[in-house]
T-cell receptor, first 113, second 113 residues
Framework: NAGVMQNPRHLVRRRGQEARLRCSPM?????VYWYRQLPEEGLKFMVY????????ESGMPKERFSAEFPKEGPSILRIQQVVRGDSAAYFC???????????FGPGTRLTVL | KQEVTQIPAALSVPEGENLVLNCSFT??????LQWFRQDPGKGLTSLLL?????REQTSGRLNASLDKSSGRSTLYIAASQPGDSATYLC????????????FGKGTKLTVNP
């Protein structure tokens, strides 16, 4: 059973470009969380999704950021018009039931030049 | 608002020593508490998960305790090894908060040969 997969592992964008981060949950998992780890900071919750639904986006910046988890395919975190402050490691986690262990992917390290 | 604090921020010990990492949280309304390990530039590996009704969990040389009423958890590592060097993160899943994880900033452990 493959673990949580994220790609790309490293992403470099120039200011103003778009970044698309993908997360494939573990097989059978229908819950996905996205977290962001800024340099020298702890991980912070961004958004919680189930298939085709956003359940909690209270941690998402109000502008430029969006997330989806379609019926088929990976979950996508999309950042439009990236700025240098978006440089961070973005992790997704999946689980089968909300109170179970969250299994984390290896992360996508975004660098904005 | 839930806040998770980990003390110390960094710890350096000689190989073979037993050690304790501390985690405290401000809101006792949690589903569970998890300890993770993060290696530099890598994702998170779940070490132990303690449900709110449990007092402790053990895995190999690791033992984690939970005192929900006082808002404290400890991670005990026996007979430390250089391979234990990593950052250890504590996280709580909040009741009524989409079960998202709230993380501490971590304890960076260095075990010297």
């Amino acid at each position: 059973n493959a673990g949580v997969m994220q790609n790309p592992r490293h992403l470099v964008r120039r200011r103003g470009q778009e970044a698309r981060l993908r997360c494939s949950p573990m097989k059978g998992h229908s819950h996905v969380y996205w977290y962001r780890q800024l340099p020298e900071e702890g991980l912070k919750f961004m958004v919680y999704l189930q298939k085709e639904n956003i359940i909690d986006e209270s941690g998402m910046p109000k502008e430029r950021f969006s997330a989806e988890f379609p019926k088929e395919g990976p979950s996508i975190l999309r950042i439009q018009q990236v700025v240098r402050g978006d440089s961070a490691a973005y992790f997704c986690a999946s689980l089968n039931h909300p109170t179970d262990t969250q299994y984390f992917g290896p992360g996508t390290r975004l660098t904005v030049l | 608002k839930q806040e998770v604090t980990q003390i110390p921020a960094a710890l350096s010990v000689p190989e073979g020593e037993n050690l304790v990492l501390n985690c405290s949280f401000t809101d006792s309304a949690i589903y569970n508490l998890q300890w993770f390990r993060q290696d530099p530039g890598k994702g998170l590996t779940s070490l132990l998960l303690i449900q709110s009704s449990q007092r402790e969990q053990t895995s190999g040389r690791l033992n984690a305790s939970l005192d929900k009423s006082s808002g404290r958890s400890t991670l005990y590592i026996a007979a430390s090894q250089p391979g234990d060097s990593a950052t250890y993160l504590c996280a709580v899943a909040q009741v009524g908060g989409s079960e998202k994880l709230v993380f501490g900033k971590g304890t960076k452990l260095t075990v010297n040969p």
